[in-house]
Structures are given as C-alpha cells and as structure tokens.
C-alpha cells in the first residue's frame, strides 16, 4: 500500500518548518531510528531555503529528537535526550514570586588573593585578586540565602569600586557583564560556621548549597556558593 505524501506546512518559514518536522516525529510517522530526508529534499518540499531546514533540525537536535552526524544524515533518536535545564535566578525575584518581601545585608567585603581551590575551580593564575563578598538575603525577615561570592578583578576591575550596600552583586553582574558558559554543583555539606550563625543551623547539620561559576568567552568572571535555609527546595522540568 502506498502511503500518501507527507503534508508539508501551510507557512514556510522557519517556525512552520521545525513545527512539522517535530510533528513527523512525535506523532511516530518517522518513528526511532528513521532516516529524515535531505537538507534539499525537505527545503524542496516545504517550499523554503536550505538554511532554514538547517536551523530546524539544528533546533530539534538541540532539543533531543534527531542525531546529525556528518556524512551520515539526520536520524530520529531511539529514545529522547533529555537534558535538565536550570535558569540563574535573581534571588530577590526568586523570593518576590512567593509573595514574600525581601531584603538584602551585605555581611562582608575584602580583596584577597585566590585560594588554591577557586585558582582551580575559576582556572586562575597564582596572583589573581579576588572581591570577596559576603551577603544575606532575607524573606519576610527570615534569612533565606546566604551568598558568598568571588569576583575576578582582572575580568571587572570597577567591582572593586562597588559597595554592593544597597543591592546584591548578583543584580549588578547580570547589569554589567553578560556570560558565555556556567558550571553549576549541588552538595549537602555540613554545616560551617557561616550557616550556623546567619541560616539557624545546628553545627555539622546537612546544608544544601548550589556553587556557580560563570565565563565570558574562556575568562572566569564570578564564583559564588550559595547556601539555603532549612527545607529550602529546587525544581527543574525537562
């Protein structure tokens, strides 16, 4: 039996294109392991340049369904990749979408030279000079993180010219400097010092924090650890 042809899209453009193309494949008509056409036959059948099939399937790869390998084609996966996706949050938005008011402290600022440890995480040389800043940030009057943060004064030398009094540096980083790549780590620690006195934890108690380091274009821009309040909770969809 002959099967009819594929429907191409009403519209060509790139939208429309990836739409159908995911269509083809989430309704099973190209099921797993199926060998999508060529860049050309499909431009030729939706009617639209090569470059727009190009970012499609781009697109579509990207979100897990096909695998492009050079030479030997487009191939619809076996089994979806899927990969879970996190956003930097502002963590006075963060708090503000609960309903909650919030407000900031800054606990401590200092220069000082990198520790071996963030020389090798922020891949740093021996004589970097690091701002280090120590915040808390508060709902409803409650501590809700504590933030302890290192910037890289060769890559933002005017950081060491902020007070950061009134506003975190998480805000003013997002302002000034974009970034090119994140690392993001998740630990149960046992509680220091610092979460003793400013969280409300017993000494030694399971700690959830979340360390981050971002680039810009292979240069080390900021390390921050951040530490949560008991029965603090992260979601994540993908």
Not at 47 to 53: E, K, S
Not at 60 to 79: F, P, Q, S
Not at 105 to 110: E, P
């Amino acid at each position: 039996m002959t099967r009819p042809p594929e429907r191409p899209p009403e519209r060509t453009g790139f939208r429309a294109v990836k739409s159908e193309i995911r269509d083809r494949i989430e309704s099973g008509r190209w099921g797993p392991g199926t060998l999508l056409p060529g860049e050309v036959e499909l431009a030729e059948e939706f009617g639209c340049a090569r470059a727009t099939v190009n970012r499609a399937l781009r697109e579509i790869a990207e979100a897990g369904l096909v695998e492009r390998r050079r030479r030997a084609g487009t191939r619809v996966r076996a089994a979806p990749l899927r990969e879970a996706r996190f956003r930097i949050p502002l963590v006075r938005a963060e708090i503000e979408a609960t309903g909650a008011r919030y407000r900031y402290a800054l606990l401590d600022r200092a220069v000082t030279p990198a520790s071996d440890r963030l020389r090798g995480r922020m891949e740093l040389p021996e004589d970097a000079r690091l701002l280090r800043l120590t915040c808390l940030h508060f709902a409803d009057g409650l501590p809700y993180q504590l933030e302890q943060r290192w910037i890289s004064l060769a890559a933002l030398p005017q950081a060491e010219t902020q007070d950061f009094a009134d506003s975190g540096p998480n805000e003013w980083l997002v302002a000034t400097v974009p970034y090119t790549e994140v690392e993001i780590a998740f630990e149960a620690a046992a509680a220091g010092p610092e979460a003793v006195a400013h969280l409300g934890f017993a000494p030694g108690a399971p700690v959830f924090a979340i360390e981050r380091t971002t680039w810009l274009r292979g240069r080390a821009v900021t390390h921050a650890r951040l530490s949560h309040r008991p029965g603090h909770r992260m979601t994540t969809r993908y």
